[in-house]
């Protein structure tokens, strides 16, 4: 059984830091591209940033140069470093495995729970 689990997320000021971690098992996962997504209130769930098994990166234009998706195999676990932070920033993110996953929701077959990130002014 697959599961994802993310934790790192929390309150923090504009300007701030925060590091999300996705620990992954029951999956091969140095065999699957790895994708950030985040739903703020009353808005769909939003590609953010996904690497793939090679280390390829790709980024939202809204966060692109604040924010460094990572991987580290050894350990199953997939990094989102947010910097600069905004208040627009604010959402659940959601991390996710797909072995064909691209810049959109499709294409990623296992999600985890998400994690709250807010950014106060």
């Known amino acids: 059984q697959v599961h994802l689990v993310e934790s790192g997320g929390g309150l923090v000021q504009a300007g701030g830091s925060l590091r999300l971690s996705c620990a992954a098992s029951?999956?091969?996962?140095?065999?699957?591209?790895m994708g950030w997504f985040r739903q703020a209130p009353g808005k769909e769930r939003e590609f953010v940033a996904r690497?793939?098994?090679?280390?390829?990166?790709n980024y939202a234009d809204s966060v692109k140069g604040r924010f460094t998706i990572s991987r580290d195999n050894a350990k199953l676990t997939v990094y989102l470093q947010m910097n600069s932070l905004k208040p627009e920033d604010t959402a659940v993110y959601y991390c996710?495995?797909?072995?064909?996953?691209?810049?959109?929701?499709?294409?990623?077959?296992?999600w985890g729970q998400g994690t709250q990130v807010t950014v106060s002014t």
């Open positions: 996710a495995a797909g072995f064909f996953g691209g810049l959109e929701l499709a294409g990623y077959d296992y």
């Open positions: 690497i793939t098994i090679g280390g390829t990166t």
């Open positions: 029951g999956l091969t996962f140095n065999r699957y591209r």
